[in-house]
């Protein structure tokens, strides 16, 4: 005698799904709400790591590791907004994909970093630090803006950022990606050896990325973006000499300035005189815009804070003069650590100018903030 027994399963299958399902929206909800709120940062990375060792869900395990490397990405990337025009640095969100990343692929619109995962954690990190500055700098003119400048420019900025916040991975980086980029491209070499000169006095991020990046807004529908790669060299060439002889009391004035075909600019050095005040430093500027410079970089050193704050003061107040930014330098052009830089262009005078002097230094916030 033979019985059938018929099970229904339905019911079964039916609280499988509703588990996934449930499963799927608290994942979703604490993903959505660690990018969201920052200060979940370090939550985020246990969170998932948690979850990945429990269950081992390979997508979670992904999460995790992107989590804790998002975290070291903007630990080591944000000091250097400061130091950035406003809006080039923002907080790194990455996405973990299944295929390698060239520089090319990078894109404006884009608000995520996309980068193919490695099993060395190190070197997830280095990829991270690289890839966030070759997409970040330069930003609407990449096309622009020839790409072994902007290779070059990644490269140089992402080993001073992690030399100074990760050095233990100094090496790691030279022997990866910096010796690979050089083998693709061996012009690199020409400009990494002259941005590491002109970085240790403050003007590579000071001014050489701001002109840069005005050249190529600049240029954009003229023929000098033909020819746009013999401009960046010369005002390369112009910094770096002016930075060697900061100090060579027979340096010409005309040293102090440079004239393009798309820009113009000029540095003035502060330095606290042992009596007198602002007014020869405010003079120089007149002389300048007389002659017809368009863009002048004040660049002061920390120790004297006060009196650079005053100059720059006194400067704003010029009619011909509007106040585009004031800046951290990674290095005075002393050579000492932390540098001051404001940034004037010819134009018309702001209003704006006076708040944005106090917000920087004397860190007042402003208005409706």
Known sequence: MH??????????????????????????????????VPQFGNLKAKFWGYLARKWKYRRLEKLAIASDVENAVNEVVLDLRSELPAGWIGKATIDWVD????????????????????????????????FFFAKYLFPAVKDIVPI????????????????????FLTQKFESGILEASIKEDVSILGYIDKYEEIDAKGFFTGAFLREIHEIACRSKFKELRNKIEEEIKSVLKHIGEFAKNIYNRTNPDWKWSRKG???????????????GGTDPYV????????????????????????????????????????LVEVFDLNRDYRGDRKGICALFEKGTFEGEAENKIESFFDNVPKEGE
């Open 283 to 322: 003079n120089r500027i007149r002389e300048h815009l007389k002659q017809g410079v368009e863009r002048i970089y004040i660049m002061g050193v920390n120790q004297e804070k006060g009196f650079v704050k005053r100059v720059v003061s006194d400067v704003s107040k010029i009619p011909q003069c509007r």
């Open 3 to 36: 019985f059938k027994i018929m099970i229904d399963f339905s019911p079964i299958i039916k609280n499988i799904l509703a588990v996934i399902g449930g499963l799927t929206i608290i994942i979703t909800f604490f993903e959505v709400l660690f990018r969201i």
């Open 261 to 275: 075909p798309a820009t113009s600019y000029a540095f003035l050095l502060v330095a606290q005189p042992f009596h």
């Open 148 to 167: 072994n400048v902007r290779k070059a420019s990644a490269l140089h900025i992402s080993r001073r950022a992690i030399r100074d916040k990760k050095p």
């Open 99 to 130: 295929k390698d990343i060239k520089i090319d692929d990078l894109k404006d619109e884009e608000t995520i970093l996309r980068i193919r995962p490695l099993e060395n954690q190190d070197e997830n990190l280095i990829s991270g630090i690289y």
